[in-house]
């Protein structure tokens, strides 16, 4: 179904409610300019609500709960890497969490890919199993966040 049918759709439907009740739409957009202006004349939807790009201390606190179940190796900044993430939404922290995630898992692969390569030269070791040991040793270190930093497009775009 297309935007357009959907719009036709929820403004028919919010115009032919008979009785009044509750009826709650929730929507997330990070292009708002590009809502229909349809569903912005007033009477269809009471309410929008704004959520700006959060501030330093506030991204230092969404990476935080973010990593919260990673295993973080060494000095560990989330202030240093929430600095260096201006424009940055809770979209853009989570891929920056999760790449940085892969990037302790692919030290793992590589590694293990260069010990059984070398003494074997086949690429069954991709079937070996892990053992807990191999799963306990990937830990996520601030290198990796700073590596994935550079490559990440971000959600939104800050206009000057």
């Known amino acids: 179904m297309n935007s357009t049918r959907i719009l ?12 009044p009740g509750y009826v709650i739409v929730i929507g997330a957009t990070n292009r708002p300019d590009a809502v229909d202006q349809a569903l912005r004349r007033p009477g269809r939807f009471d ?7 959060p501030y330093v201390n ?8 973010l990593a919260r179940k990673l295993r973080l190796e060494g000095q560990f900044d989330f202030l240093k890497i929430a600095r260096a993430t201006p424009g940055f939404v ?11 995630g892969y990037l302790a898992m692919k030290r793992l692969i590589n590694k293990r890919r260069a010990q059984y390569c070398s003494e074997v030269k086949v690429k069954w070791w991709k079937q070996l199993s892990w053992d807990a040991g191999e799963m306990e040793s990937v830990h996520v270190t601030m290198n990796d966040f700073e590596v994935y ?10 206009v000057f």
């Open 90 to 100: 809770g979209a853009d922290l989570k891929a920056l969490v999760n790449n940085a």
């Open 8 to 19: 036709v759709a929820m403004v028919l439907m919010s115009i032919h409610l008979k009785k």
């Open 149 to 158: 930093l550079f490559h990440i497009e971000l959600t939104t775009r800050i």
């Open 47 to 53: 309410r929008e609500i704004y959520l700006g790009v």
């Open 58 to 65: 506030s991204r230092k606190q969404i990476l935080m709960m």
